[in-house]
C-alpha cells in the first residue's frame, strides 16, 4: 500500500488533533487569544444585555396592566412625557359591544422626598380608582382598599433604594410618612412592580388622592386609558372601529402596541440603543485583531512544516483546512468562559440596579455567532500567509 495515501489516512482521521496540537504548541499563546476571544464575548453580551434589558425595564408597568387596548393622548412620546386628553373620550368607548370595561388612569413623574435622609427624587406615580381593575395581579384589589382614604399610597417595594428604606420600616410595623411635591402622604401598603428605564420608583394611589397631588391637573383629564374586551373578542377589529369612531384627540393601541410604542422611543428617539450597539460592535473588532494576530503568528511559526508537507504532496486546501479547524476550535474555547461570565455580571447587574438583564437564547445564539464569524474570518485571513509555504523557496 502506497505509505502517502496511509499518511494521508491517518491524518485525515485526527483533523480536529491536529489543529489542537498547533494551538496547545504554546501554551501561553493560546491562553492569550482565548482570554481576548473570551474579553470580545463578555463586552459583547454586556452591551447586548443593557441594550435589551434597557427595552425590557422601560415597559415594566406596561405589561403589568389589564388591558386589551389602551388609550393615550397623540402628544405622548413616552411614559416620562405623557399628555392628558379628555376622559370622556374612555366613556365613549363603553358605547361598543364588545368593551366591558375601562379603567381611567393618571401618569406623572412626581417629587417624593426621602423619609430618611429627606432628599427628592422623581418617582412614577399612577393614579386610578381603587374599585377599577388596573394589573393582571389578582392580589392588587385588596391592597387597593386602602387608598379610598386620601392622601394614603401603595409603595412599589422594588424601588431603588434611593427613596429610602420605605418597605423596610413598613414591614416592621412603623407608620412611614413623607411628601410628595410638598404635600404629606401616608404608605398604606407595598407592591412589587418593579423599576423601569424611565422611573426608578413606582408609587399608586387614587385618583383623588392624585388631583390633590397635582391641584393644576383638570378633573377631566387622564393619562392612560385601559379598556377591556370581552373573552374571545377580535382585538384588532375593535381597535380598527374605535379609530374610527373616536377624535382625533386620542390614540388607540393595542397592548403589544403599547408596549412597542414605549420600546421604539428609547430605540429611535434617544441614543442609547446605538451607543451600547457601537460598544459591542468595538468588542467584536477588538477579539478580531486578537485572533488574527494569533493565527497569522501560529501559521508564520509552523511555515516550514506547512512547507513539507505541501513537498509530501498536500493540496493548500488540506492545510487551510487545518487553520480553519484552529479558529473553529479558538471559538469555541473562548465562548465558554465568555458565557459563563456573562451569566454571572447578568446576576450582579440585576442585583444592583434591579433591571431585568438575564441570558436568554436569542442573545447567547448572537454572541456565539458573531465569535464563530470572529474566529473564522480571522483564520480566513490569517490563511493568505499559506501562500508563502512554497518548499523550494524554505528550503
Known amino acids: ?160 433604594p434611593e427613596f429610602g428604606p420605605v418597605a423596610q420600616w413598613f414591614k416592621q410595623g412603623r407608620t412611614v410618612e413623607s411628601e410628595i411635591s410638598g404635600k404629606r402622604i401616608r404608605v398604606g401598603g407595598l407592591v412589587s412592580l418593579g423599576t423601569s428605564f424611565g422611573a426608578d420608583g413606582n408609587l399608586l394611589t387614587s385618583s383623588e388622592t392624585f388631583l390633590q397631588l397635582m391641584p393644576n391637573t383638570p378633573p377631566g383629564s387622564i393619562e392612560v386609558g385601559l379598556v377591556r374586551l370581552r373573552r374571545g373578542a377580535d382585538v384588532a377589529a375593535v381597535q380598527a372601529r374605535l379609530r374610527r369612531e373616536l377624535p382625533s384627540d386620542v390614540q388607540v393601541l393595542t397592548k403589544a402596541g403599547f408596549i412597542a410604542f414605549e420600546q421604539d422611543y428609547w430605540r429611535s428617539s434617544t441614543s442609547i440603543g446605538f451607543i451600547f450597539s457601537l460598544g459591542a460592535a468595538m468588542g467584536f473588532v477588538v477579539g478580531c485583531v486578537i485572533v488574527y494576530q494569533i493565527l497569522y503568528s501560529d501559521v508564520s511559526d509552523h511555515l516550514p512544516e506547512y512547507a513539507t508537507l505541501m513537498a509530501m504532496g498536500y493540496r493548500l486546501t488540506h492545510l487551510l483546512g487545518v487553520v480553519a479547524r484552529e479558529g473553529l476550535l479558538l471559538a469555541i474555547l473562548g465562548y465558554i468562559p465568555a458565557f459563563a461570565a456573562g451569566q454571572g455580571l447578568y446576576l450582579v447587574v440585576r442585583n444592583a440596579t434591579n433591571l431585568p438583564v438575564a441570558m436568554d437564547t436569542s442573545r447567547a445564539t448572537l454572541v456565539f455567532s458573531l465569535i464563530l464569524v470572529m474566529c473564522m474570518g480571522s483564520a480566513a485571513l490569517a490563511m493568505r500567509r499559506l501562500g508563502d509555504a512554497d518548499p523550494a523557496e524554505i528550503f
Not at 26 to 42: E, H, K, M, T, W
Not at 89 to 108: C, F, I, K, N, Y
Open 1 to 160: 500500500m502506497n505509505p502517502l495515501a496511509l499518511l494521508r489516512g491517518w491524518w485525515g482521521s485526527r483533523r480536529i488533533p491536529l489543529a489542537w496540537l498547533l494551538l496547545t504548541r504554546q501554551p501561553v499563546r493560546l491562553a492569550v487569544a482565548l482570554a481576548g476571544i473570551s474579553f470580545a464575548g463578555i463586552l459583547m453580551f454586556m452591551q447586548f444585555g443593557f441594550r435589551d434589558g434597557l427595552f425590557d425595564a422601560s415597559v415594566t408597568i406596561h405589561k403589568l396592566f389589564d388591558a386589551d387596548l389602551v388609550l393615550i393622548s397623540p402628544r405622548s412620546s413616552s411614559s416620562v412625557s405623557m399628555a392628558g386628553f379628555p376622559r370622556r373620550r374612555l366613556v365613549q368607548t363603553l358605547a361598543d359591544p364588545e368593551v366591558t370595561g375601562v379603567t381611567p388612569v393618571h401618569w406623572s413623574l412626581l417629587l417624593w422626598r426621602n423619609p430618611q435622609t429627606r432628599a427628592t427624587r422623581s418617582i412614577l406615580t399612577l393614579g386610578f380608582e381603587p374599585t377599577d381593575p388596573l394589573f393582571t395581579d389578582p392580589g392588587l384589589a385588596a391592597k387597593a382598599r386602602v387608598l379610598s382614604e386620601r392622601g394614603r399610597v401603595l409603595f412599589d417595594e422594588l424601588s431603588r
